[in-house]
């Protein structure tokens, strides 16, 4: 029994039952999913620590092609992300004949996406040349990417098959591989920056090789085991193999490219504010990516657990069981609740602790101190924004929450902390807070609109759902 197969909570069970059974499926769900969230992030922990011990060069170097590669990566893993759901719909309404069309045309999407990320990160010589490097860093940018644009293909495949896997509820099935992909990169970063096993010290374009070669074992040992495993036997890619079809393409591409913009959006805007905070020095620099860093960290959880709703309630609104799907869209907020208050609990309490952690200089320990006591006051409305859009993806309802996302970060958020930070419109000049209140409002907008549009949307009834083009169901070859 896969993850999402869990029985169906029964009407006349008492709601406190039918609730701790659904966030009992979440933890299912979900744990694995942070596991391969934590195991991502330990990949970038990995190429910068060790980067920064080749040279200060090749840490600039690998800080800015990683800062170029994200976003670009986040789009298109949004964009695939529209897999889930569909594939998770499919499975719960038990047309399993959907599924291997579906999976196929994801992966020419991310074909497709191959193609355009490995173009643009292979020519950034314009793009460098604005932000004035001087030609040794920048010579090891472009070599970077270069190195790491061979590990494209397999970087979006596995965002492709994680669509299938993650769809039929084997959240374990990419939290394997991710650790596989983290442990692979490791020594590989070693031998490659350093120049081990009679290997020539590539310093950060090293970085790049080891992580192509490192997702390029991930997706071929994931390609092997899908096909061997017997869990999957029923969905096989080469005997389900279909040509591609634009009419099931936009069908994915119209879930997905919203979600896919709503990311970039979202760390674009985190981008800017880095940009816009550079002027005040070093030490507020310093300050503002330590308390970003554990916020980000602190994020993968409710991340972690938005993930898995959205396979639930695509699940169960699949298997027609409706009233279930608006119980645990709607009764997951008071646990996404219950996590961002020990949260922003944890953050004021040891704040202090967490400065001196990251950093011995006393004027940084003071800026992050103070900088996390704002990031504890966004953190109900983060966990909350991220739990309803989340609860939304899950009901493919993704371009109204890509507009809610866009006002509140671009409309609300950003003109606001700008203000607060570098005028006295609104009250004396702020420094970096000014920008931790921008995202504090940013984010405030975002729950209410979003948490708005979860309580008053509609989904579609099965009989709209089967509206979608047929080709997307048809011609797999399965029995």
């Given at each position: 029994m896969d993850e999402t197969h869990q029985p169906l909570p029964e009407a006349r069970q008492p709601l406190i039952q039918r609730t701790l059974a659904e966030w009992k499926t979440l933890a299912i769900l979900g744990g694995p999913i942070l596991i391969a969230q934590v195991a991502q992030m330990a990949n970038g922990v990995i190429d910068t620590v060790m980067a920064g011990h080749a040279s200060a060069e090749d840490l600039a170097a690998v800080g800015i092609g990683s800062s170029l590669w994200m976003p670009l990566f986040l789009f298109f893993m949004g964009m695939l992300g529209a897999l889930q759901p569909i594939i998770s719909g499919y499975n719960g309404a038990r047309t399993t004949h959907k599924i291997m069309p579906a999976t196929w045309q994801g992966i020419y999407i991310a074909a497709g996406g191959t193609v355009v990320m490995a173009l643009l990160l292979t020519n950034v010589h314009p793009v460098l040349a604005l932000l004035r490097l001087d030609p040794h860093t920048a010579g090891i940018t472009q070599g970077y990417l270069d190195a790491f644009a061979w590990g494209i293909p397999a970087l979006l495949l596995i965002n492709a098959l994680r669509g299938l896997t993650d769809g039929l509820g084997h959240t374990r099935v990419i939290m394997a591989f991710s650790v596989l992909s983290t442990l692979i990169n490791l020594p590989l970063n070693y031998i490659f920056i350093y120049g081990k096993l009679g290997l020539p010290a590539m310093g950060g374009v090293g970085c790049g090789w080891a992580t192509s070669i490192s997702n390029g074992v991930a997706a071929i040992a994931m390609l092997i085991y899908l096909n061997r495993s017997e869990t999957f036997r029923q969905f096989h890619l080469v005997a389900d193999w279909v040509k591609p079809d634009w009419a099931g393409i936009?069908?994915?591409?119209?879930?997905?490219?919203?979600?896919?913009?709503?990311?970039?959006?979202?760390?674009?805007?985190?981008?800017?504010?880095?940009?816009?905070?550079?002027?005040?020095?070093?030490?507020?620099?310093?300050?503002?990516?330590?308390?970003?860093?554990?916020?980000?960290?602190?994020?993968?959880?409710?991340?972690?657990?938005?993930?898995?709703?959205?396979?639930?309630?695509?699940?169960?609104?699949?298997?027609?069981?409706?009233?279930?799907?608006?119980?645990?869209?709607?009764?997951?907020?008071?646990?996404?609740?219950?996590?961002?208050?020990?949260?922003?609990?944890?953050l004021f309490v040891f704040s202090g602790a967490i400065a001196s952690l990251y950093s011995g200089d006393a004027e940084v320990q003071a800026v992050t101190i103070r900088l996390l006591t704002f990031a504890a006051m966004f953190q109900i409305a983060d966990v909350i924004q991220v739990t309803c859009i989340s609860a939304l993806r899950g009901y493919k309802d993704t371009r109204i929450p890509m507009f809610i996302m866009l006002f509140s970060f671009w409309g609300v958020g950003l003109p606001l902390g700008y203000v607060l930070t570098f005028t006295d419109w609104v009250w004396p000049a702020l420094g970096a807070a000014g920008f931790w209140v921008g995202l504090t409002a940013g984010l405030t907008s975002a729950s209410l609109l979003l948490g708005w549009r979860l309580f008053h949307y509609q989904p579609p009834t099965p009989a709209d759902e089967d509206t979608q083009p047929a080709a997307v169901g048809t011609g797999s070859g399965m029995g």
């Open positions: 936009q069908y994915i591409l119209r879930i997905g490219v919203p979600i896919g913009f709503t990311i970039f959006v979202e760390a674009s805007m985190f981008a800017v504010i880095a940009l816009f905070l550079a002027p005040l020095g070093p030490v507020v620099v310093a300050g503002h990516q330590i308390a970003l860093n554990v916020t980000s960290l602190l994020f993968m959880l409710p991340l972690s657990l938005g993930m898995a709703l959205t396979l639930r309630v695509s699940f169960l609104t699949g298997a027609n069981a409706r009233d279930s799907a608006r119980l645990i869209s709607r009764s997951s907020l008071i646990l996404a609740s219950a996590i961002a208050l020990l949260f922003a609990t944890l």
